[in-house]
């Protein structure tokens, strides 16, 4: 930031129209949004401006966005949930059983993001793992996703998760049960985590429970920890875009017949070809229809 440009700061919490923020210098500080027009979310810098006698800073614009996480909500309308993400964090574990057809929509949203993913595979303290994860987690890593096995009850591997966050904005999802809470207790450091910020003058935010929070790491990492978020898995919306999100079937699919084909029943399908010889998994198979179907499903109901 030079001298006469506008000062930008770093969202690190929300509590409806009040914000955390995380000013030039590394202070925290509190928000509040100029107008009705703008939604920033955890992960967006934006410009801020002082108010005359007030600590709190007014926002008045939100920064070009690298990527977003979205969802629809009730009416339809695309819902921001965060922004900016480096890595998504895929959590599994075998209590609760895994669905990996859940983890595939997670990386498929990821892939679409450009954001890395993190396969992390906790409770590595119950013992061995079930032979159908077992398998999974050894597609995952030939496909070149990154994927660790750790224990937040024990602290154990918890290193090498924090190491793969060095540097970079995440975003924990998975199932309900699975330790996304204990993970993030384990990894965020308590002692620079972001206070609610609470307005004197109208209470607004007093009892308002928090939206979204950005915890940083030791590491320069940060995540963000969305309780609306957490066991949410992303819908594909657009048909196109189920393929962009299993790499190795878009990169069979390059050598179809038809450069449009869906890989279902066209002739001259190579990702079928491939299926039948076990090159690509039968399972990520599946979870590609069932992706494709489904966004075809919801493409259907918006038209
Ligand atoms: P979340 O719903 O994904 O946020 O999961 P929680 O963090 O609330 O954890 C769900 C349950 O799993 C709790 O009873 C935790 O104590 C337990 N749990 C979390 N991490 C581990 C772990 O590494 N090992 C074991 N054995 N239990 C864990
Ligand atoms: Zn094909």
Redesign the pocket.
Known sequence: MGHGSTPTALVTATYGRRLGLRLPEGDQGAGRIKGRKIQPVCGDHVEIETIPNESDWLITKILPRKNQLTRPNQRGKVEVLAANLDAMVV?VADVPAPDWFIVDRYICAAELMGAATVITF??A??GELRQSSADALAEYDALGYRSLRC????GMNLHLLSDCLAQRTAILV?Q???????LINSLSDQSTQPVAPVSRSSGEGKHKTVNSIMLPLANGGAVIDSPGV?DYAPAIEEPRDAVRGFREIRAAGIQCRFSDCRHLQEPGCRVKQDVASGGIAARRYESYRRLLFSAERLAERFR
Do not use: H, M, T
């Open positions: 959590v906790n409770k303290d119950l224990s937040a009850r024990e998975g309900s049960g699975v330790g996304k809470s204990s957490r």
